[in-house]
C-alpha cells in the first residue's frame, strides 16, 4: 500500500497518542539491546568515535540530540510508546530505578567482542547481557518481596534486539576478524554469529526474559556507506546483502527452536530486511523520493556519519536515510506500525498479539 506524506504524520502522530488511548501499559517493560539503530544515548558517555549527541541528529526529536543516530525517534521508541511506557533510558546514564526497562544498545557494537573496536569503547552484545543481569541484582530486586513476582515481571516484559549489521559491515570497512582468513564461507560466518547470539538468548531466558523480538539484519548493501563505495552501478551492492542473507535465513528456524527448547519463551522475529530493501527498490510505494542519498551532509562524501552542526535535507520524511547509516524517523515509524500489527513482517505474532500471551 502506497503512503503518502499525510499518512507518514497520522502515523507519527498516532504513536504519540497512544499511552493515552490505551491508559494502562500493554506490558511492564521494555529492554533494548543492539547497536546504534537502537541506541538512545549510552555511547555519549564511552571513548568512542561513534557518537549522535550533535545536531543535526535528533532535529526532529523533542529533546534534540540524546545520542540517536537519526533524526527523530526509533523503532525501540515507537514500540515504547505503543506500550504506554517511557522510552527506555540509556542504561550508563540513568541515575533511578526504570522499572519501565532501559536501553543496553550501543553504537557500532555487535554480536562479536570484537566489533566496534575500531573506533572506541563500545559495549558489545555480551557486555549488555551482563549488564542487565546486573540491573536485575543491583536495582529491580529490591523492589520486589518475592522471586516469583520478579519473574512475573521478566515474564511481560518486551525484550528488543536489532544487531548484527555491524559485524557484517565491518567486512567492508576492512576491520572484520573474517578480512583476516578467506577460509570463512558466507554460511561459517552467518553460523559463528547465530551461535554467539542463541548463548546470548539461552543466558537471557535463565535470567527471566521470555517475550524476545529479535530484528533482522537489513539491506547493508543499500547504505549509503556500502553502495556509494563499492558499487559502480545500481542502488545497492548485492554481495552485501546477499551475505546478509545467509544469517537472516537461518533466523526463523532457529527462532523456532530456541521457542520449542526453553520451556514458556516466545521469540518473535521481525522481518524487516524484505521491507527495507523494497523501500529501496519502490520509494512512491512508502511516500518516499530519495532512497539512495543521506538526509544530513556527511564525512566521505555521504557515506559516514553527519557532519556536526550543518543543515540537512529540509524534508526528511521523503528520505530512507538521515547518514551514510541510518534510517529517517518516518522509517522506524513504518517498520514498527507494521511489527505491532502485520504477523506477516513479526512472526509467527505481531506485537499486539505478544502482549497479550
Not at 546478509?244 to 521457542?259: H, I
Request: aromatic share 12%; proline share 6%; net charge neutral.
Amino acid at each position: 500500500m502506497r503512503r503518502s506524506s499525510g499518512s507518514h504524520v497520522f502515523l507519527l502522530i498516532f504513536f504519540r497518542f497512544l499511552p493515552l488511548m490505551h491508559g494502562v501499559p500493554l506490558a511492564p517493560a521494555l529492554y533494548v539491546f543492539g547497536d546504534s539503530l537502537l541506541d538512545s544515548g549510552n555511547n555519549n558517555l564511552l571513548p568512542t568515535l561513534a557518537k549522535a549527541d550533535f545536531p543535526p541528529y535528533g532535529r526532529d526529536f523533542a529533546k534534540g540530540s540524546t545520542g540517536r543516530f537519526t533524526n527523530g525517534r526509533t523503532v525501540a521508541d515507537f514500540i515504547a510508546e505503543f506500550l504506554g511506557l517511557p522510552y527506555s533510558p540509556p542504561f550508563l546514564s540513568i541515575r533511578n530505578s526504570a522499572l519501565t526497562g532501559l536501553n543496553y544498545a550501543s553504537g557500532s557494537c555487535g554480536i562479536l567482542p570484537e566489533t566496534g573496536s575500531s573506533l572506541g569503547k563500545c559495549l558489545n552484545l555480551g557486555e549488555q547481557i551482563s549488564l542487565f543481569q546486573l540491573t536485575i541484582a543491583s536495582d529491580l530486586k529490591k523492589h520486589f518481596d518475592s522471586s516469583s513476582k520478579l519473574s512475573e515481571y521478566l515474564s511481560k516484559s518486551i525484550f528488543l534486539f536489532s544487531v548484527g549489521s555491524n559485524d557484517y559491515l565491518n567486512i567492508y570497512s576492512g576491520n572484520s576478524i573474517f578480512n583476516s582468513s578467506k577460509r570463512n564461507t558466507p554460511q561459517q560466518i552467518a553460523t559463528l554469529l547465530w551461535d554467539k547470539l542463541s548463548a546470548h538468548f539461552e543466558t537471557l531466558y535463565n535470567l527471566g526474559a521470555r517475550k524476545i523480538v529479535m530484528f533482522e539484519i537489513g539491506p547493508i548493501g543499500c547504505t549509503p556507506a556500502v553502495a556509494k563505495t563499492h558499487q559502480k552501478t545500481g542502488p545497492c551492492l548485492d554481495e552485501a546483502n546477499q551475505l546478509v542473507s545467509y544469517f537472516n535465513n537461518m533466523l526463523p528456524a532457529m527462532l523456532g527452536n530456541l521457542t520449542f527448547t526453553l520451556r514458556g519463551s516466545t521469540f518473535v522475529l521481525a522481518r524487516c530486511n524484505w521491507l527495507g530493501n523494497d523501500a529501496v527498490m519502490n520509494p512512491s510505494k512508502y511516500g518516499l523520493e530519495d532512497t539512495s542519498n543521506a538526509c544530513c551532509v556527511t564525512w566521505q562524501n555521504g557515506t559516514s556519519a553527519c557532519i556536526p552542526w550543518v543543515a540537512p535535507c529540509l524534508n526528511s520524511n521523503k528520505n530512507y536515510f538521515w547518514d551514510g547509516y541510518h534510517p529517517t524517523e518516518v522509517v522506524y515509524s513504518d517498520i514498527a506500525s507494521r511489527c505491532i500489527k502485520d504477523n506477516t513482517v513479526c512472526v509467527p505474532l505481531n506485537l499486539q498479539q505478544l502482549v497479550q500471551m
